[in-house]
């Protein structure tokens, strides 16, 4: 018997990450300052990217591949990582719990994340969803002595593990029909035998839907998003809105423009209604909120209508605009957390948006942050979420679609009003309670890159568009 | 071509951005600091836009003071300005503007002054880019990006109702540029993926998108004009904001919009436009009218204001929509014209509330005995805003319903019966404030400072300048305005022209 040893350097990221996840995670039992801990993750998450460039190729006998798209989920992944970790360490101690485990959690999870972005099996993808989902879901439940953040953790373990068993399903289903679980020999089998309009193809792609919506928070499954977020600790909401958020997009893209692409009318049919559905939901509900983490969790059910119709376009311009907008995504929602989580203090929990009652005459600059992170979120330019709304609204009017970016941009001005009501609050109002800020020195490293990030991309997205576009050429 | 060495339309946006970016750096208590560099950046911003007025060549239609930079190669964008003889005196109003703004607001803002003038010198950068910008997304981006310091402007220093106010000027207006927003993307993909609006000018268009293009436009125009029905945001803005929010909308903002159709619908739609006159031109009457008789019943001094500005734009866009040289030229003259009236009169207010913090009619009468100076000032606007001969709101109005006559009959008629409320309710106005007996309140009140005046003065030297030799003004706009009217009118509608011309002829 002869083993031949595979190509490790596709894979190279995940295996140093989790050698590095591995380390934390002994590392927290002999460092006392869980500080140092902090550090150790953010530079070798820092210094692991580097090594993102250089890994390139399939691996595993095609079940692994490490190409542009996958790579640029990767970086979101890591910056993910780091902005959350650096609004994470003066916030954990705040609430108590400050552990080490915090640490390796997130890097297990991300692990999760990056294997969701370079699966070309469907068992490896499942693989990496079940280590994403496990990971956040303690995360969740991080702050154990709340009631609230174990509501969430347990919601959120239910409501997953029922998504994971419809995914399970869809697998099957593809199993039985086609006999492989290769993402590439689906498409070939698809395309060769003419499935196109197979009924039990269809179920398979709507369980898909299922499972991956719920990992995106796409309405109608929905649920879980605003009641996890709420529960949460700030800094892993943040992480959750971000992180998880795109691995479902990565793996929606890479299988439905894969595997399911000569299904496309099909499975259109039923993404455009859950993408309508999806920013009907978020922005509406999301006006009545007055708890600003059920705020952003609307929020975030919102713009992941908006990125649906990145797929839904089903072309290259698409899958493009879709990272982008990620990515600005990632900048500007971890921005936003990130003074949410300055008015969490000893014995206050900052989080009815009424705590943001003149913000501007107590905290000038938090507030011109928060304004900044809140008029990108509504599209406003000369910030990032802009740019992000314009390409995803191009490509889809490029692909025929203006019906369906008219009804989005109707839906984007009405969610200006609850952006503005934070802005409102902040400027508009005078102090009613006096508002002490938890500062950091890592919090306000974490404000300074995502508000530079926000309004450089705003301003001058030359260089993120190409690099996104260079990401998708080899797709 | 730009006739200069320097890139004069950049220095002019970003001035007034430099200048609130030192702002920002002061300390917060140095608040007279702050006032004095607004001051200095707005005179400065000011002077240097004089050189369009000195070195505009006036005898042709192209772009001058050109600028182009690639931008976002990906896009095709390009960072492209320029101004012709339609957005040029806009530019001009807007540098004037915002050295008023900044004098009328040195006493009466007294909060977070600093960001005050941030703001201010904010909304004049974008409000000039908007002017300026050659490029559809260019365009786009300073025209939405203003809303931000205008909702501030708004929303922080405004009267007692002004969150409301705030919220429903940005939602209105965001709304209608949403729908822009399609309509641009769309117009991109049909013209060969450029934002070039020269570029885009020289394509022709189907028939059927031309019509949902129109519409698009007009969502985000109109609801700029503001033109009837979609005019319910402005008088909650104008009166809520405070005195220099009030001008800025009143002499610059709301003439973005029908600096809109004549820069983008008009020329790009030819067709669509010409099919769309009776509309537009219905809408026009209803809102010259209704905006009038409106006014009558008004008992506050700022919504009256306010009112009276849907119906000067309602005149606006009929001389618009008349499609052709009176028409048009009339239509941008008043455009200037209802700047400078319009926003005297609001500064005017402004000055008087800041003596007596109340706007209600009512509390007003006999003002006259108390301030002499400032009711000489109050009466030459008033008469202006009426259309008297010799101000220049009489040679706005006399071209614009021209036009309208040789457009279409009944809607100069219609329009002509707007003027005639429209000195009803001025001159009842200057009654009840300026003469009938003293109100025992307003004894004692101080006459103008000089700084007051300083701030009048210039709009009362436009209103006869204006008046009296409106070439001065007119004649930046022959050539370029000829020249949309025969991108607008080619293949079709000749007819109209040559009635225009006959006209024109026999009036010189």
């Known amino acids: 018997m002869n083993f031949p040893l595979p190509d490790l350097n596709p894979v190279m990221p995940e295996i140093l990450m989790t050698a590095l996840a591995l380390i934390v995670l002994l590392l927290d039992l002999l460092i006392r300052k869980k500080e140092v801990v902090a550090l150790i993750s953010m530079a070798g998450t820092a210094l692991i990217g580097l090594s993102l460039f250089t890994s390139s190729g399939i691996t595993f006998g095609g079940m692994y591949i490490s190409d542009g798209y996958s790579t640029f989920f990767k970086i979101i992944f890591f910056l993910n990582v780091i902005l959350s970790i650096l609004i994470s360490i003066k916030y954990i101690a705040v609430e108590k719990v400050n552990y ?14 990056m294997i969701m972005a370079s699966a070309s099996d469907l068992i490896v993808l499942y693989l990496g969803l079940e280590l994403m989902a496990l990971s956040t879901y303690v995360l969740a439940g991080f702050i154990r002595h709340r009631l609230k953040s174990t509501e969430s953790a347990l919601k959120y373990f239910l409501l997953g593990a029922f998504s994971s068993a419809f995914l399970l399903y869809g697998i ?23 499935l196109a309009g197979n009924l039990a193809l269809l179920l398979s792609i709507s369980f898909f839907i299922v499972a991956f919506g719920f990992k995106i928070a796409a309405a109608p499954f929905h649920m879980w998003a605003p009641d996890v977020y709420e529960g949460a600790p700030t800094s892993v909401t943040a992480f959750m809105s971000v992180g ?11 299988v439905f423009l894969t595997a399911f692409v000569a299904a496309k009318v099909d499975w259109a049919l039923i993404l455009i209604p859950v993408a309508i559905l999806t920013m009907a939901v978020g922005n509406i509900i999301a006006l009545s909120q007055t708890n600003i ?72 600059l938090a507030a011109m942050l928060m304004l900044i992170f809140m008029f990108s979120l509504t599209g406003i330019p000369p910030t990032a979420g802009f740019i992000g709304k314009f390409y995803i609204f191009m490509a889809a009017i490029n692909a025929g679609y203006t019906w369906l970016v008219i009804v989005a941009v109707i839906f984007s ?15 508009m109002r005078d102090p009613k309670t006096d ?11 974490a404000l300074g890159i995502t508000a530079v990030a926000v309004l450089f991309i705003g301003v001058l997205p030359s260089a993120l568009l190409n690099f996104a576009k260079a990401a998708i050429a080899g797709f | 071509m730009n006739q200069l060495s320097y890139p004069i339309l950049s220095m002019i946006i970003f001035l007034p951005v430099l200048g609130s970016l030192v702002i920002l750096i002061t300390r917060r208590s140095w608040e007279t600091v702050a006032k004095w560099i607004a001051l200095a950046t707005s005179i400065g911003t000011f002077l240097l836009s004089l050189t369009l007025f000195t070195d505009f060549d006036k005898t042709t239609h192209k772009m001058q003071f050109v600028e182009k930079h690639s931008w976002i190669p990906n896009w095709n964008i390009n960072y492209y300005l320029g101004v012709d003889g339609i957005s040029v005196l806009f530019v001009l109003l807007s540098t004037l503007t915002a050295i008023l703004c900044v004098l009328i607001s040195w006493e009466s803002i007294t909060k977070k002054v600093k960001e005050f003038y941030i703001a201010i010198l904010l ?42 106010a705030a919220i429903k000027f940005f939602l209105y207006t965001l709304v209608g540029s949403v729908l822009m927003l399609v309509g641009i993307i769309v117009l991109y993909f049909n013209s060969g993926n450029t934002f070039d609006i020269l570029t885009m000018m020289t394509m022709k268009y189907p028939y059927t998108m031309q019509m949902w293009l129109f519409w698009a436009f007009f969502a985000a125009f109109a609801v700029k004009v503001p033109m009837w029905p979609v005019h319910t945001w402005l008088p909650d803005a104008h009166t809520e904001a405070p005195t220099a929010g009030s001008v800025i909308l009143a002499a610059v903002l709301i003439k973005m919009g029908a600096y809109g159709f004549l820069r983008f619908s008009l020329p790009l739609l030819p067709e669509a436009s010409r099919a769309m006159t009776p509309v537009m031109l219905t809408l026009s009457v209803i809102a010259i009218i209704y ?3 409106i006014c009558l019943a008004q008992t506050d001094l700022k919504r009256l204001i306010a009112y009276s500005s849907v119906s000067h734009m309602g005149f606006v866009t009929l001389g618009i929509f008349a499609l052709n040289t009176q028409g048009v030229e009339g239509g941008i003259l008043q455009m200037l014209n209802h700047g400078i009236v319009t926003g005297a009169l609001f500064l005017s207010v402004g000055i008087v509330y800041d003596r007596t913090h109340t706007r209600q009619i009512a509390d007003y009468g006999g003002l006259a005995t108390e301030m002499p100076i400032y009711s000489a000032f109050f009466m030459v606007f008033t008469l202006s805003a009426i259309g008297l001969p010799a101000t220049n709101g009489f040679v706005g109005e006399i071209l614009i319903l021209l036009g309208g006559f040789t457009a279409n009959k009944l809607a100069g008629v219609l329009a002509c019966t707007g003027i005639i409320i429209g000195a009803g309710y001025m001159l009842w106005l200057y009654q009840r404030v300026f003469f009938m007996e003293v109100n025992p309140k307003l004894h004692a009140l101080s006459d103008m400072n000089i700084r007051e005046t300083i701030t009048l003065l210039p709009m009362l030297i436009l209103v006869f300048w204006i008046g009296v030799y409106p070439n001065s003004y007119l004649s930046f706009l022959h050539v370029s305005v000829q020249h949309l009217l025969e991108r607008v009118n080619a293949g079709g509608g000749t007819q109209e022209l040559q009635i225009a011309k006959t006209i024109l002829e026999v009036i010189r």
């Open chain 1, 100 to 113: 080490g485990e915090y640490y390796s959690l997130i890097l297990f999870s991300t692990i999760g994340m």
């Open chain 1, 293 to 364: 983490k059920r705020m952003l969790a609307y929020s975030s059910i919102a713009h992941a209508g908006y990125a649906l119709l990145g797929i839904i376009t089903a072309n290259g311009e698409g899958l493009a605009s879709m990272m982008n907008y990620l990515m600005i995504y990632a900048f500007m929602n971890i921005g936003a957390f990130a003074v949410i989580i300055m008015l969490r203090s000893e014995g206050f929990r900052g989080e009815d948006i009424s705590d943001y009652e003149g913000l501007s005459k107590t905290h000038p």
């Open chain 2, 123 to 164: 909304t004049t950068a974008f409000m000039i880019g908007v002017f300026c910008s050659l490029d559809f997304f260019l365009f786009y981006l300073f025209w939405e990006a203003m809303l931000i310091p205008m909702f501030l402007i708004i929303g922080v220093w405004g009267g007692p109702n002004r969150i409301y």
């Open chain 1, 172 to 194: 099957s289903i593809i199993y039985g029909l086609t006999g492989t679980t290769d993402i590439k020999a689906i498409a070939a089998f698809i395309a060769e035998k003419g």
């Open chain 1, 435 to 445: 508002v002490v800020l938890t500062t950091s020195f890592s919090n306000g490293v």
């Open chain 1, 413 to 427: 001005a009405i969610s200006a009003y609850f952006y503005l009501r934070i802005v409102m609050y902040m400027y």
């Open chain 2, 291 to 293: 905006g009038a008789v």
């Open chain 1, 244 to 254: 998880p958020k795109a691995a479902g997009f990565a793996v929606l893209g890479r």
